[in-house]
């Protein structure tokens, strides 16, 4: 199983020679990256599958993938976010009105980093980017927080992610480069399935569902985000009603199964917070232990590929922010720094 960490505000925008040192040092193989398509891409691309089209910026994500190359790790990329060009002027979490666009995207997404791209840079330097295998279609497709969720009071977000994660399995597939896996799914662990609540989300198995109806078929692995819903659970609870943490992830493994048969599983984000938090926080102590405890329970199951740990340095927005971090927003050690250094790899 492959050991990951997700915090893009300090990978694409931080120090990265801090940020991937310390990754070093916590022994991270994967490296989680959001490639948000409407910041590549802030207009029209006139050649959309070539990634040397003058309307794409990669450049954040070419650093990112260089300094996770020379620290022996390498990048997942989650493709996510509309520009507003391709949906109607309408904001980011709105699928495109043509999703060949987004097929487009991914195409020239995974032609950049096959390992095979030299950028056009006019340095006399000029390298190959390092490959990138792992690929995750949307974040959280269940939650509007990412995608929106309804039309005239009942859930659409099912359709719109078949044909998203359609077009983004295509996109990568079809550079034909071997060894690149695409991960659909990227479900949250709860929602109420209520379409006419004030913010409707979807339970993830109702959800896959759904999407199976919709025609989602293609997929590499199924991914899912575990976590726990109060700070009283343990990595081994059971949640009760329609919720999925790493307590009951077997039902939906049986889930998988049924709809599209023994894929891989990915947990592509995972984590708990410590204060300041007050509503989700558990004391250093704990933390440190459900490091182990979680990444234990993963690793013993012959389906799990693949954990990724959010984030590594707490927020200092603390009532919006996460505080999941193995460092403190001052940058100080927490207990489970360690631990996680030392998970079996």
Same mark, same amino acid.
């Given at each position: 199983m492959l050991i990951g960490l997700q915090d893009d505000a300090m990978t694409l925008f931080g120090n990265p020679t801090f940020t991937f040192n310390t990754m070093k040092q916590l022994r991270v193989q994967v490296v989680r990256v959001n490639l948000n398509w409407?910041?590549?891409?802030?207009?029209?691309?006139?050649?959309?599958? +070539?990634?040397?089209?003058?309307?794409? +910026?990669?450049?954040?994500? +070419?650093?990112a993938d260089r300094y996770a190359a020379q620290n022996g790790m390498q990048l997942l990329l989650t493709i996510l976010f509309t520009p507003s060009w391709a949906n109607g002027g309408h904001l980011?979490?709105?699928?495109?009105?043509?999703?060949?666009?987004?097929?487009?995207?991914a195409y020239a997404a995974a032609e950049r980093y096959s390992g095979h791209y030299i950028p056009n840079t006019d340095q006399f330097d000029e390298t190959y980017l390092p490959p990138v295998r792992y690929w995750l279609a949307w974040n959280e497709p269940s939650n509007p927080n990412w995608?929106?969720?309804?039309? =005239? =009071?009942?859930?659409?977000s099912p359709q719109y992610y078949a044909k998203i994660c359609t077009a983004i399995w295509q996109g990568v597939h079809f550079t034909n480069f071997a060894g690149e896996k695409v991960g659909c799914?990227?479900?949250?662990?709860? =929602?109420?399935?209520?379409?006419?609540?004030?913010?409707?989300?979807?339970?993830?198995?109702?959800?896959?569902?759904?999407?199976?109806?919709? =025609?989602?078929?293609n997929l590499d692995a199924y991914a899912h985000h575990p976590y726990y819903g109060k700070p009283s659970e343990t990595p081994k609870s059971k949640p009760g009603g329609s919720a999925i943490t790493l307590g009951n992830i077997n039902t939906l493994i049986a889930q998988v199964n049924k709809l599209w048969g023994k894929k891989r599983i990915w947990i592509t984000e995972y984590a708990w917070q410590t204060p300041p938090d007050r509503l989700f926080g558990v004391s250093y102590a704990r933390q440190a232990a459900y490091v182990r405890q979680s990444f234990g329970i993963a690793r013993a199951n012959p389906r799990i590929d693949l954990m990724?740990?959010?984030?590594?340095?707490? +927020?200092?927005?603390?009532?919006v922010g996460w505080q999941s971090g193995f460092l403190t927003a001052a940058g100080k050690r927490k207990p489970a720094f360690s631990v996680f250094s030392r998970l079996p790899h």
């Open positions: 409407n910041q590549v891409a802030k207009r029209r691309p006139a050649h959309p599958q +070539d990634p040397a089209d003058p309307a794409y +910026d990669w450049d954040v994500y +070419d650093r980011r979490n709105v699928p495109p009105t043509n999703y060949t666009d987004l097929r487009n995207f995608l929106k969720q309804t039309s =005239g =009071g009942r859930f659409v799914g990227a479900t949250g662990p709860r =929602g109420n399935n209520q379409p006419r609540s004030s913010r409707p989300s979807m339970s993830p198995l109702a959800f896959m569902r759904a999407t199976k109806r919709a =025609g989602l078929r990724v740990w959010f984030i590594l340095r707490d +927020d200092t927005n603390i009532p």
